[in-house]
C-alpha cells in the first residue's frame, strides 16, 4: 500500500471527513441487526476520526433497493441504531444524501459528531459511478476515506468516483484486508496450502487458475469437487456438476502436474438420495458413487487426508465450504478443515468468502484463525490478481 496514503498520514481535526463503509449487515424482521461484524470493523477508523476531532459523515449501502428514493426494507435506520450502542454516542441519520439538505445536516455538526447518510443505493447514481452525484457527494466534505473493502470491487460514485475530487485515504480495515492479502499472495510462507470448495466451479475457475500459480498444495471440496471428479473420468451420481466445465477442470488437473503443485480430490463423499437433512445417506468411495446419488459432504477419509496437509502448512488461503454445512447432516467434513485449520498455530491462516466465514463462525473457530476477510467478492478478485477500483481511486 505504499503508493496510498492511510488515515495515519493525516490529522483530521475540524475537517469534514467523507467515509464510505461497508454496513450492508442483515437485518430481521423486527428490524434489528442480527450480525454485525461489518459494523464493527469499521470501528477503529470511525473512533481515530472522531479521536482527531473530525466530522465523520458515514455513507453505505444496504441490499438491493431499486434506486429511485427512500424504502423502508433498506433504510439504514436498524444500522444506525446498532451503531449508536457499539459508540456510545448519537447518530444521526441524514434522510437526504446529497443536496441543500444533506448540507444542512452537515452544516449543524461540531467537531466529533457522526452522520449516517441514508442507502447511498436510494439514488441510482452511485451505482453508475455519475460523475455529478460523485462531485455532489465531496461537496459535503473535505477528505474521503475509503474503509469498505467488502464494496472495493465495485466503482461507484461513493467507492471510487468521489476519491477524484477530494483527498483519498484508505481506512484501516481496508489497509489490513489489502495488506494482509496480497502480503500472503506475494510472499506466502510455505508449504502454502489452498483450500478452495463451495458450490460451482464456474464461479471459481480464476480463484483456482491463480492459486495453481502460487500454492504447494491446492485442496478441493464442496460442491465443485465433483466437475473435477468428472475430469478424472469417474462417475458423480446425481451431485452438483457442470458438464461445460469439465474440460476446463482437466486442464486444471494438468496445470497442477506440470507446476509441481500437490492437488488434492475427495477419495469419499457422504451421498444422499436427496438434498435434505434427513436423506438417507451413505459413505462411499469416489469410486462408488450410486447413480441415483449426490454427494453432499467430503466423507471422512478425505476430511482426515486434507486436515493432514493442513497441519504441515505455513500458511492457509480457504474459500468455500466443503459440504452443504448448512445442515448438520453434511457438515463434517466442513469441520474437520474449519477445526484443522484452527489447530495449526504455525501457520498464518485467511479465511476469505462468505459461506466460508459463516461456517467458522457456525463452529465456534473465528477467533483462532489469523485473519478474517470482511469481503467476500472483493476478496476473491484480489486473490485473482485483480485491480480493485476501490483501491485503485485512492492512488
Ligand atoms: P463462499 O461464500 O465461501 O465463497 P460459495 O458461495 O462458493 O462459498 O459456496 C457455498 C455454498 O456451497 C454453500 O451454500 C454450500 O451449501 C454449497 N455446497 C457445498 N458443497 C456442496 C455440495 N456438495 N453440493 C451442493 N452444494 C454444496
Ligand atoms: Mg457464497
Partial sequence: MADIKTIDDANFAGQRVLVRVDFNAPVNDEGVVTDDTRIRAALPTIEKLIGDGARVILVSHRGRPAGTGFEEAFSLGPVARRLQELLGRDIVLARALVGPDAREVVDAMGDGDVVLLENIRFDAREKKNDPAFAHELADLADAYVNDAFGTAHRAHASTAGVAEFLPSYAGYLMEREVATLTGMLDKPKRPFVAILGGSKVSD?????????????????????????????????????????????????????????????????????????????????????????????????????????????????????????????????GTKRVAEAVAANEAADTIIGGGDSVAAVNQFDLADQMTFISTGGGASMELVQGEALPGVEALK
Avoid: H
Fill in 204 to 332: 471459481k475457475i480464476k480463484v483456482i487458475d491463480a492459486l495453481l500459480d502460487k500454492a504447494d498444495t491446492l485442496i478441493i471440496g464442496g460442491g465443485m469437487c465433483f466437475t473435477f471428479l468428472l475430469a478424472q473420468g469417474k462417475s458423480v451420481g446425481t451431485s452438483l456438476k457442470e458438464e461445460d466445465w469439465v474440460e476446463r477442470a482437466a486442464a486444471m488437473i494438468e496445470k497442477a502436474r506440470e507446476r509441481g503443485v500437490s492437488l488434492l480430490l475427495p477419495v469419499d463423499v457422504v451421498a444422499a438420495d436427496a438434498f435434505a437433512n434427513d436423506a438417507r445417506t451413505a459413505i462411499v468411495s469416489v469410486d462408488d458413487m450410486p447413480a441415483d446419488m449426490m454427494g453432499l459432504d467430503i466423507g471422512p477419509e478425505t476430511a482426515e487426508l486434507y486436515a493432514e496437509a493442513i497441519a504441515m502448512a505455513k500458511s492457509v488461503f480457504w474459500n468455500g465450504p466443503m459440504g452443504v454445512f448448512e445442515m448438520p447432516a453434511f457438515e463434517a
